[in-house]
């Protein structure tokens, strides 16, 4: 399985940037697939998360009102809609899969990294104040 996020760039504050993770190869089914980011000298930290049968999010409080997670069944990808960026925001953003198979989880279990069975590579956020 792999995971494919693209969509980084380098963006104003206050403008927007739509980032996609797209997952092929072996079929599998998700459970949920979810969204961190790291940035320079950070730890990585959760940011949405979307349980893919259902379509339910969660937000980190940071990024709350802001982003807006949504995903396209048909094309096994996920998005990330992210508007009203700040400078803070700049990090590579991780898109990351939890399999069927692995069992269902709350959000609060969802937002911990190692609750995904698969990561894609990262896609750099470049925010500039």
């Known amino acids: 399985v792999q995971l494919q996020a693209s969509g980084g760039g380098l963006v104003q504050a206050g403008g927007s940037l739509r980032l996609s993770c797209a997952a092929s190869?072996?079929?599998?089914?998700?459970?949920?697939m979810g969204w961190f980011r790291q940035a320079p000298g950070e730890e990585r930290e959760f940011v949405s998360v979307?349980?893919?049968?259902?379509?339910?999010?969660a937000y980190a409080d940071s990024v709350k009102g802001r982003f807006t997670i949504s995903r396209d069944i048909a094309k096994n990808t996920v998005y990330l809609e992210m508007n009203s960026l700040r400078p803070e925001d700049t990090a590579v953003y991780s898109c990351?899969?939890?399999?069927?198979?692995?069992?269902?989880?709350?959000?609060?279990?969802?937002?911990?990294?190692?609750?995904?069975?698969?990561w894609g590579q990262g896609t750099l956020v470049t925010v500039s104040s």
């Open positions: 979307i349980k893919w049968n259902v379509g339910s999010t």
């Open positions: 990351a899969a939890r399999t069927l198979r692995s069992g269902i989880l709350d959000f609060k279990s969802l937002s911990g990294a190692s609750a995904y069975d698969y």
């Open positions: 190869g072996r079929t599998f089914r998700s459970y949920a």
